[in-house]
């Protein structure tokens, strides 16, 4: 007994009953599904197992298949966790489906039909079929948001993680505003002052000369 159920065992001699091509039981050889989603897979059996139970179980290394799901007697669904079974009698098939998909349920799957001597005569082993069940990694919200607007059409106005970004483009023109001003007041406004400081200083540290020609500083008197 495991937590999902009973278990069961699966000789080698079953696979025959998944070989494509085999009418007791068929179904996908391979469903794919991305993370977050949901997926559904259809077997298909004989009218002379409408009244059997049906289930589906998990694949295991060296150990029993793991039942998660299966009918009983009249039950025509049954669920557990996040998946569920539903028989068709009428369409002669089942279908499983797994919701809220995660990487952990990425594996191989069987589709199963119960089976006893007393009441299936000859048969020995339950009728199954093999899936591969692969899983994708979630889609990003740009391309969910791009696969809506195919299906919806084009949109009244552009999604707000795909509006253009102007915060950007204003902090470049005002940099480049400010930039321009202060090139201006450095040519009409610095440069002249510090021109206009230059020559006083000169103008006040010019060297002077005497009456016989002799050079006096600033500040002094001639003898």
């Not at 039909?113 to 591969?132: E, M, N, Q, S, Y």
């Not at 016989?212 to 003898?223: D, I, L, W």
Request: with cysteine; glycine share 6%; aromatic share 8%.
């Amino acid at each position: 007994m495991t937590p999902w159920g009973r278990t069961q065992w699966l000789p080698p001699v079953m696979l025959l009953l998944s070989v494509p091509g085999c009418l007791m039981l068929i179904g996908p050889s391979m469903v794919m599904g991305a993370v977050g989603e949901s997926l559904s897979v259809h077997c298909q059996y004989e009218e002379k197992f409408k009244e059997n139970d049906k289930y589906w179980c998990r694949e295991q290394l060296f150990k029993p298949c793991d039942k998660i799901v299966e009918t009983r007697g009249l039950e025509r669904e049954k669920a557990k966790g996040r998946v569920s079974l539903r028989d068709h009698p009428s369409q002669l098939n089942f279908t499983v489906t797994l919701r809220n998909l995660t990487v952990e349920d990425e594996g191989i799957y069987w589709c199963g039909i119960h089976v006893t001597w007393a009441k299936d005569g000859l048969l020995l082993f339950d009728p199954i079929f093999r899936v591969v069940v692969s899983v994708s990694p979630a889609l990003t919200t740009a391309s969910s948001s791009e696969s809506s607007t195919r299906t919806l059409g084009p949109p009244t106005s552009l999604p707000a993680h795909t509006r253009p970004s102007t915060t950007g483009q204003e902090t470049s023109k005002l940099r480049s505003l400010l930039s321009s001003i202060h090139f201006l007041l450095l040519v009409f406004l610095k440069v002249p002052l510090l021109l206009s400081m230059l020559s006083a200083v000169l103008w006040v540290n010019r060297p002077l000369w005497g009456p016989r020609g002799r050079q006096c500083q600033p500040g002094s008197k001639s003898q």
